[in-house]
């Protein structure tokens, strides 16, 4: 199997800065991608930024210049710096990896626990 770990979340002030981690391990050949999604309740979850192969990086149109992803591939683990935080940006953050694992001919997608994020005065 696979695990996506988060950590990072928290409370901060408008503003302010978090750094969200997330690593991935368990039975990996490949990682395609890996990225962030956001959601608040009674909403769908939400692309925030993805990387994927080749060093490609999307953004939605809120976070850009604000967030940065990034990624570690010999830790198969990604970050999210998120700086100018605002309360908008208040949400449970997730980890998504597109992975192929060893002994299976498809990737598939794999979630994180989420970590929540307030920002707040």
């Known amino acids: 199997q696979v695990q996506l770990v988060e950590s990072g979340g928290g409370l901060v002030q408008p503003g302010g800065s978090l750094r969200l981690s997330c690593a991935a391990s368990g039975s990996i050949f490949i990682i395609y991608a890996m990225g962030w999604y956001s959601q608040v309740p009674g909403k769908q979850r939400e692309l925030v930024a993805t990387s994927s192969s080749g060093s490609r990086v999307d953004y939605t149109d809120s976070v850009k210049g604000r967030f940065t992803i990034s990624r570690d591939s010999t830790k198969n683990t990604v970050y999210l710096q998120m700086n100018s935080l605002k309360p908008d940006d208040t949400a449970v953050y997730y980890c998504?990896?597109?992975?192929?694992?060893?002994?299976?001919?498809?990737?598939?997608?794999?979630w994180g626990q989420g970590t929540q994020v307030t920002v707040s005065s």
């Open positions: 998504n990896a597109r992975i192929k694992r060893i002994g299976v001919d498809h990737p598939d997608d794999f």
